[in-house]
């Protein structure tokens, strides 16, 4: 980087090094200093490279956006300040009043308030259908649609969408497809190898992986969609903040390995609760009695998350037990975290669903979601066992 001119109040330049640092430097700069007119021209219309805003972008956030897009196989993906941030870039800034969209009906809880309240809002119709049923999807797409977003792995239910199926169907109505990949991870499933058009993640969770970052990615296939969405975030605020594009270039430096443990020690977590009496039923793709084990096995092979869900025996009351006997897991609503975290969703994230409707999608009172993280697998186990032990004593 060109460092020759301080400034009245900031005279000092960088010290001089022959050697360069290991590790990316944080660059909270907000502006960038040009030498001249005609070489901001030049920067403008590409002819250098640099950066002018930091809201248009920085250093860190294009070492973290190249990292995804090298995992995704895609170029010019954009960070966004959420995982929310990079599903709205996409639905406002590629969308328009009068088209139509539809949803996954199990998509992440903003996603569907956003699709259920404010898309209408802004005069974008929404349809929601099951992703597992691409007769449902078809039924769904009118004259004006234009989109399917829909998720891989459907939280906290953990069924798998029908992605052969929906791809074909976008294709064969001109329709962009947006895949939510933020649980399957680009570890598990490529979108663009299945025919997706539009990639969403929300890094906050496994990607940067410590629960302390709050930060998404959007990219597309078409450099020119991939334009738009950039330059949608960059007009509307969108785009993030070094610091954390700093800190999630660290988490991301270790998420391979965390994905394979997380996701192994899931597979045994699963195996140990459908063996525990307290247990009505447990829930994970990689698992043969799963409704879409088959389906899981084709599109993520041995990659089936480190997502796993059961339900209790006992309703709320062994529900409450559980979560004050679970010594060291947090009850915490995130997921892809180093430690594992439990959710409950009917009290947190289907709490404004009617207990008819939470009842349509199997989540009794006594369904936990559990995101599997970084313990020792016999430990974490042990700590399962007693707590459901302890909950329908
Ligand atoms: C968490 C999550 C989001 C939203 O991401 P934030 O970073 O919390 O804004 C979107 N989609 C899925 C599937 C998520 O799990």
Redesign the pocket.
Known sequence: MKNSKGSLLRPDTLPESASRPVVTPLSPSVVYASETPDALDDQYEGRTQGYTYSREGHPNADVVAARIDRMEGVEGGVVTG??????TAVLMGLLKSGDHVIGGNQ??G??LRLMKEDMPRLGIATSLADPGDVGAMRAAIRPETRMILV?VVS?PTLRVADIAGIAALAKEHGLLLVV?N??TTPRGFKPFEHGADIV??????LLSGHSDV???YVAARDPALAQRLRVFSVTTGLTASPFDCWLAERGMLTFELRFERAQATAATLADHLAGLPGVARVIYPGRSDHPDHARAQELLGDNACNMVSFELKGGRAAANAFTRAAEGLAFAP???DVGTTLSHPASSSHRALTPEERTGLGLSEGFFRVSVGLEEPQALCRIFADAVAAAVA
């Open positions: 959420s995982g929310m941030a990079a599903v998509l992440y903003r996603s998720e939280n939510d933020t649980f969403i993640h929300s890094i906050t969770k709050m930060l998404g995130t997921l892809g």
